[in-house]
């Protein structure tokens, strides 16, 4: 009775919405429950995850998570995805979990992007991550990344790449002592931001304007934002070419 009157007031129309987030995309990773409330989002908890055991940890965290805060997946409102960029397995580890949460309740999806979390956390319209191999994964808006900004772009860029690029932004966001490093040596003259990496919660506080828009995601055209292939795709292909010659 307690829980139907909780679905009630939720449902209603200035009622406080419950959203979970989850982002597996970087190093570490997090799983995050919210409630939207006129004036902003209150944290109801959140679950740090390690990198490596996204597999055996995220969906058992997200059990703990709701257990914690006494709600069950049918009070949910909507699901907040980071999509990527990032590693090519958590990120699909994560959307696959977000799929299998949602699609039995009809729960709806907001999918965000890692870099437009980052900037917003910052606080400024540009965010860098490290993408390994010399690159960086290199988000840029006016307006703000992921808000809709009239310019807003998302690239893979290595060092010929950044020294093309003009103008350059006054300030940029990061997390990481890579993304760092390689920013300084090709843009010496912006100033770097570093706000922490982003987490679950970030990530809602992002998508709260979409979730109350009523502005989500297909999940039968959810995928990864990966901005770059995959080692079986780049390494694969001399071999499949041989293949196809002989």
Do not use: N
Request: charged share 20%; net charge negative; hydrophobic share 45%.
């Amino acid at each position: 009775m307690q829980e139907a009157k909780l679905k009630d007031e939720i449902e209603g129309p200035s009622a406080e919405r419950l959203v979970l987030g989850i982002d597996t995309c970087g190093p570490t990773g997090s799983v995050a429950l919210a409630r939207l409330v006129r004036d902003g989002v209150q944290l109801l908890g959140q679950i740090e995850l390690e990198g490596r055991s996204y597999s055996s940890t995220l969906v058992t965290a997200v059990g703990e998570l709701l257990t914690q805060a006494q709600v069950r997946m049918g009070l949910l409102d909507a699901i907040v995805a980071v999509r990527g960029p990032g590693s090519f397995t958590g990120v699909r580890l994560g959307l696959s979990a977000v799929k299998g949460l949602a699609e039995p309740g009809g729960i709806p999806v907001v999918a965000v992007s890692r870099l437009a979390v980052l900037a917003r956390k910052a606080g400024v319209d540009a965010a860098a991550l490290d993408a390994h191999r010399h690159e960086l994964f290199l988000g840029l808006g006016e307006g703000g990344l992921g808000e809709g900004g009239a310019q807003a772009r998302e690239i893979l860029a290595g060092r010929p790449e950044l020294v093309a690029i003009e103008p350059r932004p006054a300030q940029v966001a990061v997390c990481d002592e890579s993304a760092a490093a390689l920013l300084l040596e090709a843009w010496p003259a912006t100033e770097l931001v570093q706000p922490g990496a982003p987490t679950a919660a970030d990530a809602i506080e992002l998508a709260a304007s979409k979730i109350k828009a009523g502005e989500f995601a297909d999940l039968a055209l959810l995928d990864g934002h990966y901005l770059r292939r995959s080692d079986a795709e780049i390494f694969g292909e001399p071999a499949q070419a041989g293949a196809r010659r002989a």
